[in-house]
Nanobody
C-alpha cells in the first residue's frame, strides 16, 4: 500500500513563501506521476500542479509563475514551492499519485493546511 505524508504547511502573510513536502513509501516513487491538489472551505478540490516521471510539469493558471513543483526520486519525495502567496491560496493541500496524463488520483495523502493572511 502506498502512503503519502505531507508536511510544511502553516500560516504566512500575503507575499510570503512556504515549501510543502510529500514523503512517499510503499511504492515505486520514481515511476509515478505526481500531483498537488488543494481544497478551500466550501469549494471543490482542484488540481494545482503535476509532474511526470521525467520531470515535465503542469500548473493551474491561478498559480503559474508563483508555484514550482519538483521531485527528488532518491528521497521518494515530492515538493511544492509556493511563493508570492495570496489569501486566496488558503486551503488544505494534498499530494497524490496520479494516473499519468490525467488528474485522476490513484492514492491520496492526508493533507496539510496552508493559511495566508492579508
Amino acid at each position: 500500500q502506498v502512503q503519502l505524508v505531507e508536511s510544511g504547511g502553516g500560516s504566512v502573510q500575503a507575499g510570503g513563501s512556504l515549501r510543502l513536502s510529500c514523503a512517499t513509501s510503499g511504492g515505486s516513487f520514481s515511476v509515478y506521476c505526481m500531483g498537488w491538489f488543494r481544497q478551500a472551505p466550501g469549494k471543490e478540490r482542484e488540481g494545482v500542479a503535476s509532474i511526470v516521471t521525467t520531470g515535465p510539469t503542469t500548473y493551474a493558471d491561478s498559480v503559474k509563475g508563483r508555484f514550482t513543483v519538483s521531485r527528488d526520486n532518491a528521497k521518494n519525495t515530492l515538493y511544492l514551492q509556493m511563493d508570492s502567496l495570496k489569501p486566496q491560496d488558503t486551503a488544505m493541500y494534498y499530494c497524490a499519485v496520479l494516473y499519468c496524463s490525467t488528474w485522476r488520483v490513484r492514492y491520496w495523502g492526508q493533507g496539510t493546511q496552508v493559511t495566508v493572511s492579508p
